[in-house]
T-cell receptor, first 114, second 115 residues
Framework: ETGVTQSPTHLIKTRGQQVTLRCSSQSGHNTVSWYQQALGQGPQFIFQYYREEENGRGNFPPRFSGLQFPNYSSELNVNALELDDSALYLC?????????????FGPGTRLTVL | AQSVTQLGSHVSVSEGALVLLRCNYSSSVPPYLFWYVQYPNQGLQLLLKYTSAATLVKGINGFEAEFKKSETSFHLTKPSAHMSDAAEYFCAVRFFSGGYNKLIFGAGTRLAVHP
C-alpha cells in the first residue's frame, strides 16, 4: 500500500509568482485535504476535495485554489504569492464513508517566498 | 465552534522521566480528538485517537492519553521518555459539518529529551 506522496519537497518562489503543489493520495482514498503550516504554528485547514469538487474551505483567500483528478490526486495552486505564504504545505488523504474517516498525511512541501 | 489549546510550547524532560503534554479542547458536540507527532522536516504521524469509545486511549511508541470530559482535557503521557521522542506534538479536534470534516490543530508543543 502506497502512502501519501507530495511533490516537490522544497520550492523557492518570489513575491507575485504562482505555484502548483501536487499530492498523490493513499491507495483507495477518495478525499484530499490541504493544510498550511507556518513556522512555529499548527497546521491550518485550507480546503478539502471529494469526487473532484471542493466540499469545504477554511479561511483562505481565493488565490488559493485546488483541483482533484479522477485518480483522486490533487493540486494546490497559489497565485500572486506573498511573503506570508512561506510555509509547509501538507496534504492528507482519507476515505469518505459518511462517518469518521482518518486523515493520513504526506511529508509536505516546503515553500519559501522571497 | 471547536478549538484546541496546548499548554506549554516547549517541554523539556530527562531521558527516563515522565512525559506529560497538555491539551484542552472546546467543542459544542462530542469531540473526536487526536495527537500527532512531527519529526523535523517530516509530515504528521498519528499517535493516537479518541472517537468516543474508551476514555483511556493507547497509541504507538508507548504513548497514551485520557479523555476527561469534566475537564475538557486530552493530555498525552508516556511513563519513560526516550531520546527518540524529541519532536513536535500536536493535539487536534475533528470538525464535521455538512459532509466534510477537517482537523483543527493546537499550536504544538516541542518536546526536548536530554540525557
Amino acid at each position: 500500500e502506497t502512502g501519501v506522496t507530495q511533490s516537490p519537497t522544497h520550492l523557492i518562489k518570489t513575491r507575485g509568482q504562482q505555484v502548483t503543489l501536487r499530492c498523490s493520495s493513499q491507495s483507495g482514498h477518495n478525499t484530499v485535504s490541504w493544510y498550511q503550516q507556518a513556522l512555529g504554528q499548527g497546521p491550518q485547514f485550507i480546503f478539502q476535495y471529494y469526487r473532484e469538487e471542493e466540499n469545504g474551505r477554511g479561511n483562505f483567500p481565493p488565490r488559493f485554489s485546488g483541483l482533484q483528478f479522477p485518480n483522486y490526486s490533487s493540486e494546490l495552486n497559489v497565485n500572486a504569492l506573498e511573503l506570508d505564504d512561506s510555509a509547509l504545505y501538507l496534504c492528507a488523504s482519507s476515505l469518505a464513508t459518511g462517518g469518521y474517516n482518518e486523515q493520513f498525511f504526506g511529508p509536505g512541501t516546503r515553500l519559501t517566498v522571497l | 465552534a471547536q478549538s484546541v489549546t496546548q499548554l506549554g510550547s516547549h517541554v523539556s524532560v530527562s531521558e527516563g522521566a515522565l512525559v506529560l503534554l497538555r491539551c484542552n479542547y472546546s467543542s459544542s458536540v462530542p469531540p473526536y480528538l487526536f495527537w500527532y507527532v512531527q519529526y523535523p522536516n517530516q509530515g504528521l504521524q498519528l499517535l493516537l485517537k479518541y472517537t468516543s469509545a474508551a476514555t483511556l486511549v493507547k497509541g504507538i511508541n508507548g504513548f497514551e492519553a485520557e479523555f476527561k470530559k469534566s475537564e475538557t482535557s486530552f493530555h498525552l503521557t508516556k511513563p519513560s521518555a526516550h531520546m527518540s521522542d524529541a519532536a513536535e506534538y500536536f493535539c487536534a479536534v475533528r470538525f464535521f459539518s455538512g459532509g466534510y470534516n477537517k482537523l483543527i490543530f493546537g499550536a504544538g508543543t516541542r518536546l526536548a529529551v536530554h540525557p
